[in-house]
T-cell receptor, first 118, second 112 residues
Framework: GAGVSQSPSNKVTEKGKDVELRCDPISGHTALYWYRQSLGQGLEFLIYFQGNSAPDKSGLPSDRFSAERTGGSVSTLTIQRTQQEDSAVYLC????????????????FGPGTRLTVL | KQEVTQIPAALSVPEGENLVLNCSFTDSAIYNLQWFRQDPGKGLTSLLLIQSSQREQTSGRLNASLDKSSGRSTLYIAASQPGDSATYLCAGRQGGSEKLVFGKGTKLTVNP
């Protein structure tokens, strides 16, 4: 079936502008994750959604970052007043959900959105 | 706080060689450990996931092991091929947390 999709694939913006990044998870996956991959920093967790539970926002680097997930499916990551240090590849992943079984726990990643803040 | 380390950062081998990629983690209370490959400009592809109750998982030419007591995981690649060239990332998930903590990866080059 279709994998995780993200849009846009590339986004160039000016410092101070707001951006929205979109993620479409695999159909039927209840868990959705956002990560950020910066040069030299590796992959960092940003936020996690599971069903109708309150999201785990513990990885968001500042209050300029927010995310929502509508209808338990599509998610949007919003960055307000972008800064140059926000430049990175933003990756979305989804999984069937936590059950202690490998197939359910495995996270499947999208191709990412490369954000460049000038 | 869990920290994941991968050594070496880069590895170059001739085609056909068997190789081992290393991953170490600081907190043994790990729930599962996942290995991924990342091709340039692409997202991550899941290779293997090992639950904390397991010691190894196999898929084709790949075998991943987990030793919680020593805080180590290895990814064994048999009979390497140029198509195996990619960056390999390991990531651990702690009990009680949903997030993955990633190492910085090992960039593998298999030379024909």
């Amino acid at each position: 079936g279709a994998g995780v999709s993200q849009s846009p694939s590339n986004k160039v913006t000016e410092k101070g502008k707001d951006v929205e990044l979109r993620c479409d998870p695999i159909s039927g996956h209840t868990a959705l994750y956002w990560y950020r991959q910066s040069l030299g920093q590796g992959l960092e967790f940003l936020i996690y959604f599971q069903g109708n539970s309150a999201p785990d926002k513990s990885g968001l680097p500042s209050d300029r970052f927010s995310a929502e997930r509508t209808g338990g499916s599509v998610s949007t990551l919003t960055i307000q007043r972008t800064q140059q240090e926000d430049s990175a590849v933003y990756l979305c992943a989804s999984s069937l959900g936590t059950s202690g079984r490998a197939r359910a726990d495995t996270q499947y990643f999208g191709p990412g959105t490369r954000l460049t803040v000038l | 706080k869990q920290e994941v380390t991968q050594i070496p950062a880069a590895l170059s081998v001739p085609e056909g060689e068997n190789l081992v990629l290393n991953c170490s983690f600081t907190d043994s209370a790990i729930y599962n450990l996942q290995w991924f490959r990342q091709d340039p400009g692409k997202g991550l592809t899941s290779l293997l996931l090992i639950q904390s109750s397991q010691r190894e998982q196999t898929s084709g030419r790949l075998n991943a092991s987990l030793d919680k007591s020593s805080g180590r995981s290895t990814l064994y690649i048999a009979a390497s091929q140029p198509g195996d060239s990619a960056t390999y990332l390991c990531a651990g998930r702690q009990g009680g947390s949903e997030k993955l903590v990633f190492g910085k990866g090992t960039k593998l080059t298999v030379n024909p």
